[in-house]
């Protein structure tokens, strides 16, 4: 599991949540590098965070859509904003989940599950 937050506190709870879910987690504090450890580290599935400053994690995900390789990664994108703000960033994106961090200790790791789970079914 990728985990992308330029916030330490924030990556390390979202790495937190995701380790005690079973998952061996990737912890990132930017995109920089992310393609590099989805192709070598069997990744199943990503957590990125809408705003940060080197890249957005939407406009990563609409990056990453684009490479064959790494296209059909599950994703979920993650924010401090409104959960209507974080669904209008990832409306565009397809196969693209979302949580906000005021709800990530009840929907975080299911919500990753489910993603995982969908890109297997398909």
């Known amino acids: 599991?990728?985990?992308?937050?330029?916030?330490?506190?924030?990556?390390q709870a979202i790495s937190d949540l995701l380790h005690n879910g079973g998952y061996a987690v990737h912890p990132?504090?930017?995109?920089?590098?992310?393609?590099?450890?989805?192709?070598t580290q069997g990744i199943a599935?990503?957590?990125?965070?809408?705003?940060?400053?080197?890249?957005?994690?939407?406009?990563?995900?609409?990056l990453i859509r684009?490479?064959?390789?790494?296209?059909d990664l599950p994703v979920v994108l993650?924010?401090?904003e409104a959960t209507e703000t974080v669904r209008e960033a990832a409306m565009h994106l397809p196969g693209v989940a979302v949580v906000t961090k005021a709800q990530m200790n009840e929907q975080l790791v299911a919500t990753v599950g489910k993603?995982?789970?969908?890109?297997?079914?398909?």
Do not use: C, H, Y
């Open 28 to 39: 990132l504090a930017s995109p920089i590098g992310a393609t590099q450890i989805i192709a």
């Open 1 to 11: 599991m990728l985990v992308i937050d330029d916030d330490e506190i924030a990556r």
């Open 45 to 62: 599935a990503a957590v990125i965070d809408l705003n940060m400053p080197i890249m957005s994690g939407d406009r990563f995900i609409a």
């Open 78 to 80: 993650i924010s401090g």
């Open 66 to 71: 684009t490479w064959d390789r790494i296209r």
């Open 115 to 122: 993603a995982a789970d969908d890109k297997l079914t398909v």
